[in-house]
């Protein structure tokens, strides 16, 4: 796989992809040993207590703040299409706000889905589907269901 080295801030860096973090089971807070040869970087797991499990902790795996964030600064997802995806129909803001407060183990199932629906709407959007073609394919992937 070749990447390319972005400017960050005032600094570098790579970006590595979620399947091959979730390989390497790194996540959000892992701490890595970088080391060299002088031609190659090697990037190791260090603390394997920081290894980020999907069952554990499925916000940091989704990263549920980021995805609705993304909807609404880059693709336009604002308030009644944002409300057409959140199973209680929470405005975007207020789900940001709520997202940022509260402990994962108070996730319960019906916001798990919400945070997939948003995932696979993001998704959709970041492959160049429309707006309404993206909140529909997110809807058919993960319905509202009736514990919703």
């Not at 057409?84 to 183990?105: D, F, K, T």
């Amino acid at each position: 796989m070749e990447k390319r080295i972005k400017a960050m801030g005032n600094s570098f860096g790579l970006v590595i992809d979620k399947p091959m973090l979730r390989m390497l089971g790194l996540g959000r807070g892992s701490v890595v040993k970088l080391t060299t040869d002088g031609r190659r970087l090697v990037i190791e797991r260090v603390d394997t207590s920081n290894r980020i499990e999907p069952s554990r902790d499925p916000r940091l795996e989704l990263e549920a703040s980021a995805v609705a964030r993304a909807l609404l600064d880059r693709f336009g997802l604002w308030i009644d299409d944002f409300k057409r995806l959140h199973h209680a129909g929470w405005r975007p803001l207020a789900y940001i706000g709520w997202l940022e407060g509260v402990p994962s183990e108070n996730l319960n199932a019906a916001d798990l889905e919400t945070m997939r629906r948003l995932e696979a709407c993001l998704a959709e959007c970041q492959a160049g589907a429309t707006k309404e073609d993206a909140i529909a394919h997110a809807l058919r992937a993960h319905p509202l269901g009736d514990h919703e």
